[in-house]
């Protein structure tokens, strides 16, 4: 079965601190993906892998980054953690999209900034 | 800029029909996904369309109509487990997934 998994489902992290959201898939697939899903404004992409060691930024990068040293893992890095960070992370993984490729997602990841 | 207009909340009965409408303007279109989130889960594919027309899976059919930017899912014989969100996602012409904001979906007994 294809898997998406996240490191840690609930996170609570003060302001200020280094954040780290691990993302493994099992599925062999070159592009990856993170997500933030916040109430009323849907996916927004932070940033997506078509490949190891590359990175291309999404709609809203700003306070993070990410890393792919490896195929199957995709990691999001909050380098200073803020409140306005509060939300739920998704992870994705997919084969390449133009022949309709579906997306896996992971479970989520649920982080709280105090 | 790009945008997918989704009704941001319906209620239905159990047993009954219901339709959910997607309406798009992006830059190109290279595919139509449906995706399904129970709350605090992942969301789940539910159909993909890339051709007009309909598409029917069990209770499930999605519908798209390129010329018109729209597309619908329909769902049959609604069961307490459908209700969750629906997401409307669409593939640009540089490949990249944009996404609707989603719509709740309350079913009642």
Redesign the interface.
């Known amino acids: 079965d294809v898997k998406?998994t996240q490191s840690s489902r609930y996170l609570v992290k003060r302001t200020g601190e280094k954040v780290f959201l691990e993302c493994v898939q099992d599925m062999d697939h070159e592009n990856m993906f993170w997500y933030r899903q916040d109430p009323?404004?849907?996916?927004?992409?932070i940033y997506f892998s078509y490949d190891v060691k590359m990175k291309e930024k999404g709609d809203i990068p700003e306070g993070y980054s990410v890393s792919r040293e490896k195929k199957e893992r995709f990691s999001l890095i909050l380098e200073s953690a803020s409140t306005n960070q509060t939300s739920m992370y998704?992870c994705a993984s997919s084969f390449?999209?133009?022949s309709?490729n579906?997306?896996?997602?992971?479970?989520?990841s649920w982080l709280t900034v105090v | 800029g790009q945008n997918i207009d989704q009704p941001t909340e319906m209620t239905a009965t159990e047993g009954a029909i219901v339709q959910i409408n997607c309406t798009y303007q992006t830059s190109g279109f290279n595919g139509l996904f449906w995706y399904q989130q129970h709350a605090g889960e992942a969301p789940t594919f539910l159909s993909y369309n890339v051709l007009d027309g309909l598409e029917e899976k069990g209770r499930f059919s999605s519908f798209l109509s390129r010329s018109k930017g729209y597309s619908y899912l329909l769902l049959k014989e609604l069961q307490m487990k459908d209700s969750a969100s629906y997401l409307c996602a669409v593939i640009d012409s540089n490949y990249q997934l944009i996404w609707g904001a989603g719509t709740k979906l309350i079913i009642k007994p």
């Open positions: 998406v009323g404004l849907g996916l927004r992409l998704l390449p999209a133009d309709g579906t997306i896996y997602f992971g479970e989520g």
